[in-house]
T-cell receptor, first 113, second 112 residues
């Protein structure tokens, strides 16, 4: 059972566009929602994370929007650049699960010059 | 610098051979994990360990084995029972508390 559903699977935008990646979860015990960025041949790296007590968090050009009632959260990349081309994973964890992450299926983003 | 070291970066296995992938962390993290990633796919959990001398199967443990004799080390053995082992293998760790994972740089295993 996939507890975190991520969409779309792939996304192509022009440079300067604002790609949006969406995730939905089922487990209401989740209390920490990180996003990871993975370049080809590399391990994923933590990009930005949010807790459910806030509705939005910004770090540079990356923004997470969080809707607790809808059990959805999304990643927005402002002024996207070709260097942002990567695979993005959303994830969720609950303190009572030993902090083990449940990952979404990933989104392959391509930013065209 | 603290981090997770996976070795080797590339590994080739012959049919019927067991191979062991190394994962070492100097972050003093309690929990460690092994994931498999196929081309264009997500992360699938193989095994995880929350504490030394204890580990649990993940979603795709068949054909794999692990050990956790030391806090900093969590090697993964891909046995001959794993029929389709060609993949990218990622090791991760996290501390107590919801701070997310730190991943290694991965090992690409190819059957020849």
């Amino acid at each position: 059972q996939q507890q975190v559903k991520q969409s779309p699977q792939s996304l192509i935008v022009q440079k300067g566009g604002i790609p949006i990646i969406n995730c939905a979860y089922e487990n209401t015990a989740f209390d920490y929602f990180p996003w990871y960025q993975q370049f080809p041949g590399k391990g994923p790296a933590l990009l930005i994370a949010i807790r459910p007590d806030v509705s939005e968090k910004k770090e540079g050009r990356f923004t997470i929007s969080f809707n607790k009632s809808a059990k959805q959260f999304s990643l927005h990349i402002m002024d996207s650049q070709p260097g942002d081309s990567a695979t993005y994973f959303c994830a969720a964890t609950a303190n009572n699960a030993g902090n083990m992450l449940t990952f979404g299926g990933g989104t392959r983003l391509m930013v065209k010059p | 610098d603290g981090g997770i070291t996976q070795s080797p970066k590339y590994l080739f296995r012959k049919e019927g051979q067991n191979v062991t992938l190394s994962c070492e962390q100097n972050l003093n993290h309690d929990a460690m994990y092994w994931y498999r990633q196929d081309p264009g796919q997500g992360l699938r959990l193989i095994y995880y360990s929350q504490i030394v001398n204890d580990f649990q199967k993940g979603d795709i443990a068949e054909g794999y084995s692990v050990s956790r004799e030391k806090k900093e080390s969590f090697p993964l053995t891909v046995t001959s029972a794993q029929k389709n082992p060609t993949a990218f293998y990622l090791c991760a760790s996290n501390p107590r508390g919801p701070y997310g994972y730190t991943f290694g740089s991965g090992t690409r295993l190819t059957v020849v």
